[in-house]
């Protein structure tokens, strides 16, 4: 009895060590690890017309997942979730993944929010801060960035930006983002490849978001009808909170800025609804609440390039005395890949039969700058038409980003950087005094 006894204890011992054992270096040798379908391509824009929202914006692979965002500011660490919707397309032989959309919404002005997409282990934490409230003199530091393709030039550009010691709050997108038409069958793998790239910055702070051609993806030849498809199942605005019908035309407010998207490759013309739009809304413009009033577009009115030479002229025909009349401080551009920066001029005196048609300075005019610098994948733009116009202030064809830094009401730092320099070096740089508050003229 007493051996059988002892017997069993050793034998239940034993058992008791292999399976200790077991559980410890098991899991080391039988199983991969973890399987992670990681969420990726995130990004953020504004998502209202006063900074108080923000939609974000994801992808997941395999299967949809949650739509939802979780998030809480700093201060409360109060979490809460909010809803969002889940959109796929397909686009000739390729088919999305499960696109994500989901707005934040009543976020406390100038608050540094964390969030979490994702469900599970494939959860990520990203963070951005709101702005601050909308008012006349309140500081604010935007990027530009155009055309920035996912080229090594393109990475050079963004790497730049994010190690610019004027640290931009926000990017000013002027068009042209993946270049996913430049591949066989405008490859749509691109769109994703380029969400992935720029994701280190976009999940952080809000780019908003211009169409360029590169937009388009029309393809009829292999039944591609649908302008925009991609872009546009991929890269939600906030395009009806300031009364658009379409995501290709919009404004937003950001601190003391008022900023008006316009698409160059939207009908414009009179009774088209941006023409319709854009009526409307310039008169809305209060400058005394965002003293700023910054235009993006992403074919320039003016360019000395021999590139996409007049292509944005029927556009400035029809839209130019509306700047002039309401004192447009900028307007930013890209589509040419080079940099360029005008002097206040207007051309607006032609009436068919006066022949005055020729730009004169005009210090109700908005400056006009080219910034289609990012990288793209078609190489710079260098051939210049000779002898350069005298609206045309500095061009210059090296890649590069520009960072518009906002002081109060009446004055503005800008400085364009090329990425052949240090973080630190300005190529270009002026004051530019406010058109509404202080209508002096830089040159001077
Ligand atoms: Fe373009």
Same mark, same amino acid.
């Given at each position: ?12 011992? !034993? ?21 992670? *379908? ?16 923000? $939609?974000? &914006? ?8 949650? &739509? ?6 700093? $201060? ?9 919707? !889940? ?18 919404? #009543? ?14 282990? +494939? ?14 003199? !309140?500081?604010? +530091? ?16 963004? =790497? ?9 709050? %926000? ?38 978001? +211009? ?30 909170? &300031?009364?658009? =019908? %379409? ?14 998207? @316009? ?12 023409? %319709? ?18 235009? @993006? ?16 002229? =029927? ?36 009436? $068919? $039969? ?55 009401? *009446? ?7 090329? #990425?052949?320099?240090?973080? %630190? ?20």
């Amino acid at each position: 009895m007493g051996q059988m006894g002892l017997s069993s204890f050793s034998f239940s011992m !034993v058992s008791y060590i292999i399976l200790v054992l077991g559980l410890i270096i098991g899991p080391l040798l039988c199983n991969g690890g973890k399987t992670s *379908t990681f969420v990726r391509k995130v990004h953020i824009t504004q998502g209202d017309q006063v900074g108080k929202a923000v $939609i974000v &914006s994801w992808v997941t692979v395999n299967e949809p997942g949650s &739509s939802e965002v979780l998030y809480w500011s700093e $201060i409360s660490k109060h979490k809460k979730v909010a809803k969002g919707k !889940v959109v796929t397309y397909t686009y000739f032989n390729y088919t999305s993944g499960y696109i994500h959309h989901c707005t934040i919404r #009543n976020l406390k002005f100038n608050t540094k929010y964390y969030y979490v997409v994702g469900i599970g282990h +494939t959860e990520r934490m990203f963070w951005f801060f709101t702005p601050p409230e909308v008012g006349p003199d !309140v500081p604010y +530091t935007f990027g530009l960035i155009g055309d920035l393709g996912q080229t090594f030039d393109s990475n050079k550009t963004l =790497t730049h930006y994010e190690m610019n010691p004027q640290k931009g709050q %926000a990017v000013l997108f002027v068009g042209d983002l993946s270049y996913a038409d430049n591949y066989p069958n405008h490859d749509n793998n691109r769109w994703d490849s380029w969400a992935r790239f720029v994701e280190r910055s976009v999940a952080y702070q809000p780019w908003i978001w +211009t169409a360029g051609n590169h937009e388009l993806d029309f393809a009829p030849e292999i039944g591609e009808t649908k302008p925009f498809k991609p872009f546009s199942k991929r890269y939600h605005v906030p395009y009806k909170a &300031s009364g658009s =019908t %379409a995501p290709f035309w919009y404004s937003i407010k950001r601190a003391s800025a008022y900023i008006i998207v @316009l698409s160059s490759y939207s009908a414009y013309g009179k009774y088209t609804p941006q023409n %319709a739009w854009i009526e409307e809304e310039f008169p809305k413009v209060n400058r005394s609440e965002t003293p700023w009033l910054i235009v @993006l577009m992403h074919s320039p009115w003016y360019n000395s390039y021999n590139y996409h030479y007049m292509e944005g002229e =029927t556009m400035r025909v029809m839209y130019e005395p509306l700047f002039v009349k309401y004192k447009v401080d900028m307007v930013f551009a890209g589509h040419v890949h080079a940099y360029e920066r005008s002097e206040r001029v207007s051309n607006v005196a032609y009436n $068919i $039969i006066n022949g005055e048609c020729m730009p004169v300075k005009d210090q109700s005019a908005p400056v006009y700058i080219t910034i289609g610098d990012g990288g793209n994948i078609e190489g710079l733009a260098n051939n210049m038409s000779e002898p350069q116009p005298a609206y045309s202030a500095y061009r210059e064809a090296s890649f590069g980003h520009a960072i518009l830094d906002i002081k109060n009401r *009446t004055h503005a730092y800008y400085s364009w950087h090329r #990425n052949d320099d240090g973080y %630190a070096v300005e190529a270009d740089s002026l004051w530019f005094f406010n058109r509404q508050w202080y209508p002096k003229d830089e040159s001077h």
